[in-house]
């Protein structure tokens, strides 16, 4: 059937599973088709008879029996017309399948068929035919089915309406009008989105670069071998040829060596490129016009003779002109942009499709973090580029065509103006350099600032213990202080550019006047050469800006390309290296005489490989480390490059890395890994890898989203996983890269003897396994031992034996290893710890549930004989994971993702207009008063470019006395004073924004900084660290560098806009009446605007991430995804990401245009009344008057066009001091220092300690932790503080610190109550070691002593007492040794003991250590017990336990239970009056 149909033919899942049940596409074609047709043929042969013998006359012809025929005829044309569709795409070379011939010609004939019934029957006489009633309701009723289906089809897509719209639509971009009032009715989501048009999607693009790409590689190709031959044959006959021949070939030999990926791309998007650059000329040429009939204009208004129609043509000229260039350039924009927008889907594509293909020593040469910057950085590059590309030939055209028309109007004084705008262009090149400079040194500063903010957040806790919270504020502030010193500079910088960028039309026009007046006395200034020269100075003030802003994108993109192309032009591996047809029969893999390199030029790493596998055997690889087993499998899979020698393979192929490689997906997705569901086969391979137990634990089951590289899943875990999803696959051969070594000892036996061993799940499978595990070994069929990339022997485990070769060494070699395992069983242990420490980041209850470990660590312990009962339950939480043990009993443990997940969301997605409040909050920071100052400078600005052109206008209305105008000096002195007062405006404005700007970023940073830490610990265990720290990076960087440039920006278009209305109504006072509804348009273009643009933006940058994050996971995963033959599918999921992500980015390109031209309508209406007002009162009007305000009108359009961007820039970006301002007002804790409540200096002398009746919790909403606690601890007492998890043991610490308080009850230290001194003051003068050793990035004496309180004898002593002497004095760098992020290049004991060096020199009466679990290693434990019974003999010392023989000793024992004391005395005692101590004793080993 599927054959037949090219599909299934039925699918529960699509049909019954489902919410919106529908049926498959064949068996809408087959059995609904064909049920009517059967009905009526099979009905046929009895129906005719029955007609043969009825005798009733005929009847006549009627209305209603020639609709019938008609109907039935037509119905047959569609049918006909449906069979000839399908030839019609055979001859298209798709060939449909065979269905779409068969069903179209059966329900052809049967409609005949009927319609002659019809004219049968009235012939028989009969009225009312049954049959053929009941055949149009059956037809009818089966075609009920696919006429819903299809309508569902097409709802679903969404399509874009741009494909069905007009030319007038298409023209206007009317087509975006829904798309604009649905942003503006409420926030777009992802399914208001149209889908792609079809030449858009990566499917056609991708295909299309590819073909050309390899089209380019094989021209260079055969250019490459005929240079060769045309070379050779030069050499043979060399009668008479002229050395210029043979030099020509060989340059050209030097020429075509590498495929152009330029060609390609060129051959792909050019054409489509081209139509944009034609809209570029024509809109160039017709920007020149409106000048010239200003100038027109100007003559009219002079001439009072002029008929009054001449001026109101000239109006709708201008009008029309201008429409006309607004239409045409946004039509052009449209062009590049889209170009741009499949370049990029161009290049992501063709980069993720080669990513898969390329050899694995061309992966060494470029890391992921490479590629992906090749896809992201490198292909936006070509995206921005395309934008400006036009005026690498359209400035210099614009250039020449406004010299042409200024030299006819003024002559060779335009040089002089020339001359100005060129010395400009170095003078702001060089301020662009030099800004670049300061940006990198800033991204450093701002680099390592978010690095120490990471810490601080990591380590919240440990620096709230040591009261350290100022020292590391101070180091944070001194960064800031560099990074706004820094953006100061930047700033200067900018605000000259911008007085540069201000001046420079007016620079230009008034060395232009000047020069022109003064050359010759008969040169007259009149309003039509001022005007229009005006307007054609601003012409050229924008090509003279972007030649250069073009050439520098070039060079870069030129980067760009190179490297694109370089990571293009790799070796692929060779999909042919390995044989899947042919092989010698019964055997599953062969390998002949082969030998395999990483790489062409590398040395081969195996050498002479033969072996024969038959199908179904069991074959351990086994050797020493770093022999070639990985690398045998990898030859097996293809993925190295064969260098001699034949591999064949026969089968599917399953494929265990050594490194589990899991997605981004659900648990269940990565089982499935793309195949079919089936539930049974599905528990069958959680079964058999021992993932059942896990499944209970994870929040979600098989739903549970695992993290990028399965960051929230344990070793062990991952493992099973990745081997969960080969078992499912029931693939012919399985390869496992050791997969057993990841899993603890008895899972690994429980996953061999199911799933691997000779009575496993993949019994009669071939499989191959590397393995270190000996115990395995006399299980399997064949053992391959390699050594140094040789086979050196093979067999049966005892023909191996027998030989007494490489393998028996082996054997006793790791055999010894075996049993010292059994006897220390803490290795294994401490490996497993570690392995969960780092996995267990985001579920923190992960290892506690995972009952299977914790028996047998149970059982380790109690070998050990060192453990309390609570080494059991929390065994691995080491550092502040274990938290979330103590808290158990009295809090459920969340499902913490979906929590989090919800969290999330609610941040981010800000919806809706911003509220006033935060700019006032913004102007607050940057201080009211320089907000006041800035706008009224901006007036002042706008007054004086005003000033300056009124007086323009005045100067060209003098009267002419004798061929000359008097007072040119004064005209041009008051004019030039004018326009430097302006520039000079100008560049104290953008200062003083500048300034106030950075103002109000050091403000909230400061403000920010404080509150967090202040911030009481319970925020940071609820809110992830992530969030904290985009506000410190994301949201800071906006109020850094975003907003005081949108504000100058916003300001300067506004001003602009606002001065623009004041001329215009001041020279012909009628406009204000068209002021009014064209607001009210611009108003509402602009709310529908900002509202679903920034919408847009959200979407597009939302789904842009999952596009990189899918690549660095399918690149680190590449031998997996070829070894499964998923490529294709991988490549099918990358596209549609891609698609995705411009399916927000098309409207959004699209929006910008929608709104050009509807605010550029608004502005070319200004000029319309402006010059049709003009017009009308011409008599009362001046020359200089008309030319103001017309050339004022001409420029509006660009900057109403720009005030409405910024607008939405501004609304977007000023979410940040929001979201700021939310995080700087969450609730702190109690003061550091209370003033005049200080304790005396040598407090707390005598180290008493006192509960009374002491409750705490928490959070609120919490259960109690400690109920009710009374206790009384004399100073120099030794207590160890003993009891099950969740008793609250750390929480009596935390609240002697205060990180909890009280909810009844106190706490008094030499009877002081701690709650009413300041913190500082309370946890600086006790000691704590805590459990989690955290060390901060810096030196090791600032991590010992972050305040320089302490001499370097001192710390040395220190040292030495901490047993880390000889480490440091071994350091080049000594007391500055420097330490990495967390300590990481300090060994876990190691951090512990720089943890016990701080309490020793910190050595206060009271001495709390919260004892690390069963994770640190017995000797430093032991070190650390003696130095404390040594240095802390007259200090009450409280010992939180876990290993009872530390404190047998101890002066007395406090056993908690459930928050509150159960018993109290001497360990002696406690273990006479056999109660809970005595029972945890005798666990231990010690009763």
């Not at 090219?6 to 019954?16: A, E, H, K, P, V």
């Not at 050499?235 to 002229?242: I, M, R």
């Not at 339950?873 to 808290?887: A, F, H, Y």
């Not at 206008?953 to 004798?962: F, H, L």
Request: proline share 4%; glycine share 6%; aromatic share 10%.
């Amino acid at each position: 059937m599927e054959a037949f149909c090219g599909s299934r033919f039925w699918d529960s899942n699509l049909t019954i599973h489902t919410d919106n049940p529908d049926l498959t596409p064949c068996f809408q074609n087959t059995i609904l088709a064909w049920i009517p047709s059967i009905y009526l043929w099979s009905a046929l042969p009895f129906y005719l008879l029955y007609l043969k013998r009825s005798k009733r006359g005929y009847i006549m012809l009627s209305v209603l029996s020639r609709f019938k025929t008609l109907f039935g005829v037509l119905l047959w044309c569609v049918s006909w017309a449906d069979l000839f569709y399908s030839f019609h795409e055979l001859l298209q070379n798709r060939t449909p399948p065979p269905v779409y011939f068969v069903t179209p010609l059966v329900v052809g004939i049967t409609v005949l068929l009927a319609t002659l019934l019809i004219q049968y029957e009235r012939l028989r006489g009969i009225q009312s035919s049954g049959v053929l009633i009941i055949f149009w309701f059956l037809s009818v009723l089966c075609a009920m089915g696919p006429f819903r289906s299809k309508i569902m089809t097409t709802t679903a897509q969404n399509s874009c309406p741009e494909l069905n719209s007009g030319f007038l639509s298409r023209l206007t971009f009317w087509w975006f009008t829904s798309m604009a009032i649905h942003g503006y009715k409420r926030p777009l989501e992802d399914k208001d989105l149209w889908s792609l048009n079809e030449d858009d999607t990566s499917k056609a693009i991708v295909q299309q670069l590819s073909k050309e790409w390899d089209r380019e590689k094989v021209e260079c190709k055969q250019k490459e071998d005929v240079s060769y031959m045309k070379k050779s044959n030069h050499v043979q006959n060399h009668v008479g040829s002229s050395p210029e021949e043979a030099e020509v070939l060989i340059r050209d030999k030097k020429h075509n060596r590498k495929p152009s990926f330029l060609k390609a791309l060129l051959r792909t998007f050019g054409p489509y490129f081209l139509i944009g650059s034609f809209f570029k000329l024509i809109q160039d040429l017709l920007s020149f016009v409106n000048p010239q009939l200003l100038s027109v204009l100007i003559g009219f208004i002079k001439n009072k003779d002029a008929p009054a129609w001449w001026g109101f043509l000239i109006a709708a000229l201008m009008f029309i002109c201008a429409v006309l260039q607004t239409l045409i350039l946004h039509q052009h924009f449209q062009y590049c942009f889209v170009t741009g927008m499949r370049l990029r889907t161009g290049i992501t594509g063709v980069i993720y499709r080669k990513s898969l293909a390329i050899t694995n020593s061309a992966k060494r040469s470029s890391t992921v973090g490479e590629i992906v910057n090749l896809m992201s950085v490198d292909a936006q590059r070509f995206m921005d580029l395309m934008t400006f590309l036009n005026m690498l030939w359209s400035a210099p055209l614009q250039i020449f065509l406004a010299l042409y028309f200024l030299w006819q109007t003024l002559g060779a004084s335009v040089l002089a103006g020339v001359a100005v705008m060129v010395l400009l262009i170095p003078f702001n090149s060089a301020i662009a350099i030099k800004t670049r400079a300061f940006q990198v040194e800033q991204m450093r500063y701002k680099d390592s600032r978010i690095k120490l903010m990471n810490e601080i957040l990591g380590g919240i806790k440990v620096l709230k213990l040591y009261a350290w919270e100022p020292s590391f504020s101070e180091k944070v502030l001194e960064i800031r202080k560099n990074e706004l010193r820094v953006l100061k500079n930047s700033a200067y910088l900018n605000s000259l550019s911008t007085f540069a960028w201000i001046s420079a039309p007016f620079l230009v026009a008034l060395t232009t006047f000047a020069v022109y007046v003064s050359v010759d006395e008969k040169n007259i200034l009149d309003a039509e050469k001022a005007f229009v020269s005006l307007s054609l100075f601003n012409i050229l003030k924008f090509p003279l800006n972007m030649l250069p802003q073009v050439i520098s994108n070039i060079a870069q993109t030129s980067v760009s390309l190179k490297r694109i192309q370089q990571f293009l032009s790799h070796d692929e591996l060779n999909p042919n290296c390995v044989e899947t047809k042919v092989i010698a029969p019964g055997n599953a893999i062969s390998v002949r005489n082969a030998t395999f390199s990483w790489g062409k030029e590398l040395k081969p790493t195996l050498k002479d490989i033969n072996m024969l596998i038959p199908s179904g055997s069991l074959v351990a690889i086994v050797g020493h480390v770093g022999c070639g087993k990985s690398s045998l499998v990898s030859a097996l899979l293809g993925e190295m490059e064969k260098l001699e020698g034949e591999v064949a393979v026969k089968g599917s192929v399953a494929y265990v890395p050594q490194q589990a490689w899991i997605q981004n997906a659900t648990l269940k997705d990565n089982i499935l890994f793309g195949q079919a569901p089936n539930e049974e086969k599905y528990q069958d391979a959680l079964e058999s890898c021992a993932l059942k137990t896990d499944l209970e634990v994870l929040p979600g089951g098989d739903q549970t989203e695992i993290g990028e590289k399965g960051i929230n899943l344990s070793g062990g875990q991952r493992q099973r996983v990745s081997l969960a999803r080969a078992v499912y696959s029931s693939s012919d051969i399985f390869l496992l890269d050791d997969p057993l070594s990841a899993v603890d000892s008895h899972v690994a036996k429980h996953i061999f003897d199911k799933v691997i061993g000779p009575d496993g799940v993949l019994k009669g499978k071939t499989r191959i396994l590397v393995t270190h595990g000996i115990s395995f070994l006399p299980q399997v069929d064949h053992i391959i031992v390699l050594e140094d990339g040789k086979i050196s022997e093979m067999g049966s485990y005892q023909e191996l034996l027998k030989q007494n070769k490489a393998f028996a060494e082996f054997l006793r070699n790791y055999a010894l290893d075996e049993d010292i395992e059994e006897d220390e069983p803490t290795m294994l242990e401490e490996e497993e710890v570690l392995l969960a420490e780092d996995t267990l980041s985001i579920h923190t209850d992960l290892a506690d549930n995972e009952p299977v470990t914790n028996e047998v660590r149970k059982q380790f312990l109690r070998q050990l004989s060192v453990v309390s009962s609570e080494g059991g339950d929390c065994p691995n939480k080491m550092s502040t994971k274990r938290r979330v043990c103590e808290k158990k009993p009295a809090e459920p443990p969340l499902p913490i993702k979906s929590a989090n997940e919800k969290l999330i969301q609610a941040e981010t997605t800000e919806t809706g207009t911003v509220k006033l409040t935060v700019f006032w909050q913004y102007m607050k920071a940057v201080s009211p008063v320089i907000s006041l100052v800035i706008c009224f400078l901006y007036c002042c600005q706008n007054a004086a470019a005003i000033g300056a052109n009124v007086w323009l206008s005045d100067w060209t209305n003098e009267p002419v006395v004798n061929g000359t105008q008097h007072n040119t000096a004064m005209r041009i002195g008051v004019y030039a004073a004018l326009g430097f007062l302006q520039g000079l405006i100008v560049l104290i404005c953008s200062f003083t924004l500048a300034m106030g700007g950075i103002n109000a970023a050091r403000t909230l940073h400061a403000a920010l900084l404080e509150n967090k830490f202040h911030t009481p610990q319970s925020f940071y265990d609820t809110t992830p660290t992530g969030r904290i720290i985009n506000r410190f990076s994301k949201d800071i960087y906006v109020i850094d560098e975003v907003i005081p440039p949108t504000i100058l920006m916003f300001l300067g278009t506004f001003f602009t806009s606002l001065s623009t209305m004041i001329v215009i109504i001041a020279s012909t006072p009628l406009f204000a009446v068209v002021i009014v509804p064209l607001a009210i348009l611009y108003f509402f273009v602009q709310r529908f605007y900002v509202a679903t643009s920034r919408q847009l933006k959200r979407l597009e940058s939302v789904s842009r991430s999952p596009i990189y994050s899918h690549f660095s996971e399918t690149v680190s995963g590449a031998s997996v995804i070829r070894a499964y033959r998923r490529v294709k599918a991988f490549v099918d999921i990358s596209d549609s990401k891609v698609d995705e992500n411009q399916k927000s980015y098309y409207p959004g390109i699209v929006s910008n245009r929608w709104l050009g031209i509807r605010v550029e309508f608004v502005g070319n209406c200004i000029v319309l009344f402006a010059a049709l007002f003009a017009v009308i009162g011409r008599n009362s009007l001046n020359a200089g008057l008309v030319g103001l305000s017309v050339s004022y009108a001409l420029q509006v359009t660009l900057s109403l066009n720009w005030m409405v961007r910024m607008t939405s820039e501004l609304e977007t970006n000023i979410v940040a001091v929001e979201r700021i301002k939310e995080y700087s007002e969450t609730e702190t804790e109690a003061p550091w220092i209370i003033e005049g409540k200080s304790p005396p200096e040598n407090w707390p002398s005598k180290g008493d300690l006192e509960f009374v009746n002491y409750s705490v919790r928490y959070r609120k909403g919490l259960d109690l932790v400690l109920k009710d606690l009374n206790l009384q601890v004399h100073g120099g007492e030794k207590i160890g503080i003993v009891g099950r998890t969740g008793a609250g043991k750390s929480s009596m610490t935390l609240c002697l610190f205060r990180i909890l308080e009280a909810v009844k009850g106190e706490i008094k230290i030499d009877g002081v109550k701690i709650s009413e001194i300041g913190l500082h003051d309370l946890r600086s003068r006790l000691t704590i070691i805590p459990q989690d050793p955290v060390l901060f990035s810096g030196t090791l004496r600032m991590n010992l002593d972050p305040f320089n309180k302490y001499s370097d004898e001192e710390i040395w002593k220190a040292l030495e007492l901490s047993h880390l002497k000889r480490f440091v004095s071994s350091q080049p760098s000594m007391l500055d040794y420097e330490c990495s992020e967390g300590g990481e290049n300090l060994s876990v004991g190691q951090r512990q003991l720089v943890c016990l060096a701080r309490a020793l020199l910190r050595k206060t009466r009271i001495l709390i250590l919260d004892e690390a679990t069963a994770a640190i290693d017995l000797e430093t434990d032991d070190l650390i017990q003696m130095t404390i019974r040594t240095q802390f003999v007259d200090c009450t010392v409280l010992t939180i336990a876990h290993r009872l023989n530390t404190i047998m000793d101890y002066t007395r024992v406090l056993v908690l239970d459930n928050g509150t004391i159960a018993e109290f005395d001497k360990p002696a005692n406690l273990i006479a009056a056999k109660g809970i101590f005595y029972s945890m004793a005798k666990d231990a080993g010690l009763a």
